[in-house]
């Protein structure tokens, strides 16, 4: 009777043994599913993106930016109106005069007037090209604004990646929202601009 014992306590044992080791890798393997699923999500909340349409529509420096130029470029193109206006109305001169001129002062006016229209080229293009190379240039501070706050943002935010997305203009075909930090940059770079102005 005492072997009989012996071997049930034996066997009870052995089972109790195999119960805890089949207890304890199933709790090993939760806790590595939950440690998987904590990296997981700390590795995809460090990539983020910013929608480049609604941070250009929204940041201060931006619109103050593009209502500049627009100013600049109706500037230019009134100005070029008029002077393509006055020149139309020498031209309308000279045609209605060139019958009371004599040769000599026909082939002058019509040198002068040659001269004029060169000129008027030349200063639209010029004027042109000019506000071109302003604007580059106002929009590459632009970027190096923007880019040098996401770098902040980014470091304060343990942001490993910060990705642009434009409707229709986009490497990105799908992004959850909560991965998405337009508003919080638009807010920052709006309070640095405000410091930045005062």
Do not use: P, W
Not at 8 to 19: D, G, H, N, V
Not at 36 to 49: G, M, N, P
Not at 110 to 136: D, F, I, M, P, W
Request: aromatic share 8%; charged share 35%; hydrophobic share 35%.
């Amino acid at each position: 009777m005492n072997k009989s014992l012996l071997k049930i306590a034996k066997a009870a044992s052995a089972f109790a043994l195999a119960l805890t080791v089949v207890s304890c890798n199933n709790a090993a393997e939760k806790n590595t599913e939950k440690v998987a699923d904590k990296v997981e999500k700390k590795e995809t909340d460090k990539i983020v993106y910013v929608n480049s349409d609604s941070l250009l529509n929204n940041y201060e420096y931006f619109k103050e930016l593009k209502e500049k130029f627009e100013g600049k470029s109706k500037k230019a193109e009134a100005d070029l109106k008029n002077k393509g206006t006055a020149f139309q109305r020498e031209v309308a001169a000279y045609q209605q005069n060139a019958q009371s001129m004599s040769a000599d002062e026909r082939a002058k006016t019509e040198e002068r007037l040659a001269r004029k229209q060169q000129e008027l080229q030349a200063y639209q293009q010029n004027a042109g090209a000019a506000l071109a190379n302003e604007e580059a240039g106002e929009n590459e501070k632009l970027y190096d604004k923007v880019a040098d706050y996401l770098k902040k943002h980014a470091k304060e935010k343990g942001y490993q990646m910060v990705l642009t997305y434009s409707k229709g203009n986009s490497a990105i075909l799908f992004a959850d929202e909560k991965l998405d930090v337009t508003k919080d940059v638009i807010k920052g770079l709006n309070e640095e601009y405000k410091k930045e102005k005062k």
